[in-house]
T-cell receptor, first 114, second 110 residues
Framework: DGGITQSPKYLFRKEGQNVTLSCEQN?????MYWYRQDPGQGLRLIYY???????QKGDIAEGYSVSREKKESFPLTVTSAQKNPTAFYLC?????????????FGQGTRLTVV | EDQVTQSPEALRLQEGESSSLNCSYT??????LFWYRQDPGKGPEFLFT???AGEEKEKERLKATLTKKESFLHITAPKPEDSATYLC???????????FGSGTKLNVKP
C-alpha cells in the first residue's frame, strides 16, 4: 500500500447523513488526492492538496469537503448534498523528489448508501 | 482539453500470447506518466513512472515505453495472474493535477 492507509474499508451511510473517510500517509509526501471510482469506470478527481492548509477542487467536488491540517492526513467528508455517494473511494499521495516522482494509493474505502 | 485515453477498453489473451496496451495523452507539461495495475476491490498498485520520450522500463513480463504523445505497456508471454485492469495516469507540472485514463481490463486465459 506504499505507506498510505485508508479507513474504514467498508462504510455504510444512511440517507441525509454526513460521513468522513480517513486517509493517512507516512511517506512525507506533500501532495494528496481523493478519487472516486464507479463500476467499470476510471478514476475521477474529487479534491487535491499540494500543501498543508491548502486544497483545490477537482472535477467532481460537489457534495464533498476536505481538510488538510496536517501533512500526513487528508480526510474526505461525503455530505448529504452528494446525491449518489455509493462508490469506491481512493486516496493517493505524490512525492515529487529528485529525480523520481512516486505516487501511491491506499486500498480504498467502499461506501454504500443504505 | 487535457485528456488521457487508454485502448483497448478490454483485451482477452491466451496464456503466452504477447500484446500491447496503449495510453495516449494530450496533457501539457508532462511531469511523469504512471502505469498501475488494479485488482477488483483493491487500490491501484504502482508499476512504472516514465519521464521523457524514449524512456523504457521493465518489470518481469511488463515493459513500458514513452513517446511524446503516448505510452505503451507491452506484455510478453502473459500468464493468468496478469489478469487485472491496467491504469495509466499523467502528472502535470504547474497545477500538479494527476489525470487518469479509464483503464484496460486484461483477461489472460490458460
Amino acid at each position: 500500500d506504499g505507506g498510505i492507509t485508508q479507513s474504514p474499508k467498508y462504510l455504510f451511510r444512511k440517507e441525509g447523513q454526513n460521513v468522513t473517510l480517513s486517509c493517512e500517509q507516512n511517506l512525507n509526501h506533500d501532495a494528496m488526492y481523493w478519487y472516486r471510482q464507479d463500476p467499470g469506470q476510471g478514476l475521477r478527481l474529487i479534491y487535491y492538496s499540494q500543501i498543508v492548509n491548502d486544497f483545490q477542487k477537482g472535477d467532481i467536488a460537489e457534495g464533498y469537503s476536505v481538510s488538510r491540517e496536517k501533512k500526513e492526513s487528508f480526510p474526505l467528508t461525503v455530505t448529504s448534498a452528494q446525491k449518489n455517494p455509493t462508490a469506491f473511494y481512493l486516496c493517493a499521495s505524490i512525492g515529487s523528489g529528485t529525480p523520481n516522482t512516486e505516487a501511491f494509493f491506499g486500498q480504498g474505502t467502499r461506501l454504500t448508501v443504505v | 482539453e487535457d485528456q488521457v485515453t487508454q485502448s483497448p477498453e478490454a483485451l482477452r489473451l491466451q496464456e503466452g500470447e504477447s500484446s500491447s496496451l496503449n495510453c495516449s495523452y494530450t496533457v501539457s507539461g508532462l511531469r511523469g506518466l504512471f502505469w498501475y495495475r488494479q485488482d477488483p476491490g483493491k487500490g491501484p498498485e504502482f508499476l512504472f513512472t516514465l519521464y521523457s520520450a524514449g524512456e523504457e522500463k521493465e518489470k518481469e513480463r511488463l515493459k513500458a515505453t514513452l513517446t511524446k504523445k503516448e505510452s505503451f505497456l507491452h506484455i510478453t508471454a502473459p500468464k493468468p495472474e496478469d489478469s487485472a485492469t491496467y491504469l495509466c495516469a499523467v502528472f502535470q507540472y504547474n497545477f500538479n493535477k494527476f489525470y487518469f485514463g479509464s483503464g484496460t481490463k486484461l483477461n489472460v486465459k490458460p
